[in-house]
């Protein structure tokens, strides 16, 4: 075996060869690619702290139980951040799509993984070793796919999350990773990765961090101008919202105009009205969104039914953004599923939207050439007749959201039926102009996508050059 050679054409971290007294407790081949191997052996040259000699202490959460939600969950008014992996992420906490608990289930349940400012946060499933710190002010919790480490310091803190952050902190922590379909750091192997500090890793990140902002900074910009000219092209000049005096919070209603329809004071707000004949004057005709789509509730897929991969996607409120589907973190469900629930299956150009939560009336569109079926609590809007970017666009205008939570029910967890979505009254031009607005809106997102995509190729090239540094 020992003359036995692989032909030099072939990739030598793909194909390589082993002796018995070369292997450690672990069987994978990722553990003993070759790369990977001599990385560590430069970085182990280094004589490097691990990290678990920055830990003054460490714990993970938990996910409560969605099918109980009011014992757990809470909105943002009243809430505590509940992180998952995807607000863990190499520039930061990304608080945009973050859940939020109870005060009762951060002091109760989840005490023991509270997050305070200056703690380290790492996850360990999905995104592994992804690194954050936690800002100033800041009180959170977070479940199990993470862990929260106590410091004692936000500056080591600081220094930890840029190099967990670099290629080198993701190549080490990722080849400690086990498992199958969905590997995950456990506590020795994350508490194992070596540690070189070198000040000039937080100043290189601190460098990209800063470019980042300036670049969402102008695709915030760009994406802001979307709803001016939008209401331009519709010719709507809407009303300005009343100030939140005692004045204006006060109304008279008629009893004529409450018969057989709500009784909740929001619904009734004269702005509301205003609103509605600002639309009647606009260039076009103006009706309810079940004259141009159909709609589609999604079904109770049962979590017992949950994968870790599979061909069929479940996709779930956490999956709509705002004009776009991410697939990203999604859920799994058993192949045949596809087929045997045809009447949710997501097609190509099919607008998803949030009937509940945190991200409830955000519209996406789903471009996905996976087959995919969507949960409860989240609706398929079925263009007919319509532009399905227009629509879109549309409904995510800052005031077709007002609207959209205008017709929800109220509560500590609005939501939103399809009976409500449906007789939401639009502006629909003709379809040339429809496809018009769609192309300049398309044109001004994917300039500020590019903008965005800069910070990538940034922290690529920061990677590169905190490698440099660290080990030549």
Do not use: W
Request: charged fraction near 25%.
């Amino acid at each position: 075996m020992s003359s036995y050679t692989i032909s030099p054409t072939l990739n030598k971290n793909r194909v390589f060869i082993l002796q018995k007294s070369e292997l450690e407790k672990r069987f994978d081949p990722f553990f003993y690619v070759p790369d990977l191997l001599e990385l560590e052996k430069k970085v182990l040259a280094k004589k490097p702290k691990k990290l678990r000699n920055y830990v003054k202490g460490l714990a993970s959460g938990a996910t409560p139980k969605r099918d109980e939600e009011d014992k757990y969950y809470s909105d943002k008014e009243n809430g505590i951040p509940f992180l998952r992996v995807q607000n863990v992420t190499e520039f930061g906490l990304d608080l945009s799509d973050v859940k939020f608990i109870n005060k009762e289930t951060h002091e109760g349940y989840l005490k023991r993984s509270q997050i305070s400012e200056g703690d380290l946060i790492v996850t360990i499933t999905g995104r592994i070793a992804s690194a954050a710190v936690a800002p100033k002010g800041f009180i959170g919790n977070t479940n199990q796919h993470s862990v929260v480490i106590k410091t004692g310091s936000k500056e080591v803190s600081e220094k930890l999350a840029s190099y967990l952050n670099c290629s080198i902190g993701q190549k080490l922590a990722n080849r400690l990773a086990t498992g199958g379909t969905r590997p995950a750091l456990d506590y020795p192997a994350l508490l194992s990765i070596p540690i070189i500090e070198d000040k000039r890793i937080l100043q290189i990140t601190d460098k990209v961090i800063a470019q980042k902002q300036k670049n969402e900074a102008e695709a915030d910009k760009l994406l802001s101008s979307i709803d001016d000219y939008l209401l331009k092209k519709l010719g709507i000049k809407l009303p300005e919202p009343p100030e939140n005096t005692l004045k204006n919070r006060m109304f008279v209603t008629n009893i004529s105009e409450l018969s057989g329809n709500r009784y909740d004071p929001n619904y009734h707000q004269k702005f509301f009205q205003d609103v509605f004949s600002a639309f009647e004057k606009g260039k076009y005709e103006y009706s309810q969104i079940r004259k141009y789509a159909s709609f589609q509730a999604g079904y109770a897929f049962k979590s017992s039914d949950y994968l870790e991969q599979s061909n069929c996607l479940l996709i779930t409120i956490k999956n709509i953004r705002q004009n776009q589907i991410d697939i990203e973190d999604a859920t799994y469900l058993p192949d045949d599923f596809f087929e045997q629930y045809k009447e949710f299956q997501i097609r190509n150009n099919d607008l998803l939207i949030a009937m509940t939560g945190a991200t409830i009336g955000k519209v996406g569109i789903y471009n996905h050439p996976n087959n995919s079926l969507l949960n409860q609590r989240n609706g398929i809007i079925k263009p007919d007749n319509i532009n399905s970017i227009y629509l879109m666009s549309l409904l995510n205008l800052s005031i077709f959201q007002k609207l959209i939570l205008r017709n929800s029910n109220g509560g500590a967890q609005p939501n939103i039926s399809e009976t409500d979505i449906m007789r939401i009254s639009i502006p629909v031009p003709p379809l040339d102009k429809q496809k018009e607005i769609a192309e300049h809106i398309t044109s001004i997102r994917q300039q500020a996508q590019q903008l965005k995509d800069k910070t990538k190729e940034l922290l690529k090239k920061a990677s590169e050059e905190i490698e440099e540094i660290l080990i030549g």
